[in-house]
């Protein structure tokens, strides 16, 4: 599909066509970014440990793309960008649009507070 089909497609709000491979074609149009569901926002020096970043994607059940993972000054350097759910790890300064923040290793009543959060997301959805 040449990239006039292609805006004269979207112009008339027809379905167009979606390649998962579109560097195999050129003139495929660019399947559009699903914008992340969770982001994620880790304090400096802090690394979050993976079985834990997969055990929350599972509970949301998330892909890949709907999890997104920042630094806290890289978070803060793009203006607190916010997800429909914002968790906070080991931060130096506490947010407004944090959905739920806490410190690691996560003792029993962080790990409560937490799985309470991620509940009320999941029926929230």
């Known amino acids: 599909m040449t990239p ?3 805006q004269l497609l979207t112009s008339l709000e027809l379905p167009v066509w979606r390649c998962i491979h579109p560097g195999r ?3 495929a149009p660019v399947p559009a970014a699903t914008p992340a569901q969770l982001l994620l926002v880790v304090g400096e020096g802090v690394r979050l440990p993976e079985q834990l970043a997969t055990d929350i994607a599972r509970a949301l059940t998330l892909d890949g793309g709907q999890l997104r993972r920042l630094s806290e000054r890289d978070w803060r350097k793009a203006g607190c ?5 914002v968790l906070g790890f080991n931060l130096e ?3 407004a649009e944090l959905t739920w923040s806490g410190a690691l290793p996560l003792t029993a009543e962080h790990k409560r ?3 309470s959060c991620l509940c009320s997301l999941t029926i929230a959805r």
């Open 4 to 6: 006039l089909q292609t």
């Open 25 to 27: 074609l050129p003139y």
């Open 81 to 85: 960008p916010t997800a429909p759910a």
């Open 93 to 95: 300064e506490e947010g």
């Open 113 to 115: 507070r937490l799985w």
